[in-house]
């Protein structure tokens, strides 16, 4: 974050914050601007959730003149640090926080009259690409050398280790990338209907998913009576925004690979249109105006190692 976008994060032990183990930070800019209040909250314990989450106590608003800068909250459940080891996260925990420090980015460096329309209040389909983006960081041997060494011999992180993780995380990434495909076809053709269904949910289902049926179906299973997103957990009609989003992310980091991770043109360029604007502008302007053109599917081929 210092070396994209010149911020800088100071521990403030003066902030009240809502339990002993979350720390308070204070977020300013390069010129020195207060910018936002970050709480971090890593570690697990008996009254909290699981999971993973960016939360926004108070969004950037504008009120006569006078500017409210964001409260914003990352809560995660990694191990513990003991004694003698330090919390050691596996790549997955990992790549989960990079995700959602990216929302937090979206907040913190948010700019804007009002609350609704600031931060991360924007499309579904969009709110998932400053997080995404952030997720390309993890396996970029020029990020992880700054910082990502053993924590017994302080050797730094081994190339070959690198590839080994990226090999993996594309293990079945065509199955999985008509996955979900699959799943948003069905969400849609749920969503198409306008009277009530009275029909085959299997046989629906079967038909509005067989444009992306890898597998042989399996007689007397259907999943739409338990897709949770699509009925009772805000996708409706929006669960392609899953997959919309890994393009979008996917095209956006293309760039900073062809100019450099951190390169200071294109990370101005990505602040000021994307995580500066919220949901001033429409999201396509906005992405076209960062990356001079409209969204690409290649990247994402590429990224997926589906390009062979």
């Given at each position: ?168 995380e594309n293990y079945q990434a065509a199955y999985f990338n ?110 076209v105006n960062f990356r001079g053109h409209k969204p690409e ?12």
């Amino acid at each position: 974050a210092n070396k994209l976008y010149g911020l800088n994060f100071t521990p403030n032990p003066e902030v009240p914050v809502y339990h002993p183990e979350v720390t308070a930070y204070d977020v300013t800019d390069k010129d020195g601007r207060f910018l936002a209040e970050l709480y971090l909250d890593f570690f697990p314990r008996a009254t909290k959730r699981g999971g993973a989450w960016e939360t926004e106590f108070r969004s950037v608003s504008i009120v006569e003149e006078h500017e409210t800068r964001p409260l914003v909250s990352l809560v995660m459940n990694f191990t513990k640090p003991t004694d003698t080891t330090p919390s050691l996260l596996t790549f997955s925990e990992f790549e989960t926080f990079l995700h959602e420090f990216g929302h937090a980015l979206h907040a913190i460096l948010s700019e804007g009259e009002h609350e609704s329309i600031s931060g991360t209040h924007v499309y579904q389909d969009f709110v998932e690409l400053p997080s995404q983006i952030m997720e390309n960081w993890a396996t970029e041997k020029e990020f992880l050398d700054l910082w990502a060494v053993n924590y017994k011999t302080g050797e730094p992180i081994p190339a070959d280790l690198i590839a080994k993780i990226v090999a993996a995380e594309n293990y079945q990434a065509a199955y999985f990338n008509v996955r979900q495909v699959a799943y948003a076809l069905n969400d849609m053709a749920w969503h198409s209907i306008d009277k009530p269904f009275e029909g085959d949910v299997e046989l629906f289902e079967r038909t509005a998913m067989a444009p992306a049926q890898v597998l042989p179906v399996v007689e007397g299973a259907a999943m739409s009576p338990a897709f949770s997103h699509i009925f009772a957990g805000g996708y409706a009609a929006g669960y392609y925004g899953y997959k919309w989003a890994e393009v979008l992310a996917a095209d956006a980091f293309s760039l900073f690979k062809e100019k450099g991770i951190f390169n200071p043109e294109v990370a101005e360029a990505f602040r000021r249109e994307i995580l500066s604007k919220g949901g001033h502008e429409h999201p396509m302007t906005l992405y076209v105006n960062f990356r001079g053109h409209k969204p690409e599917t290649k990247a994402l081929i590429e990224k997926m190692g589906l390009e062979k």
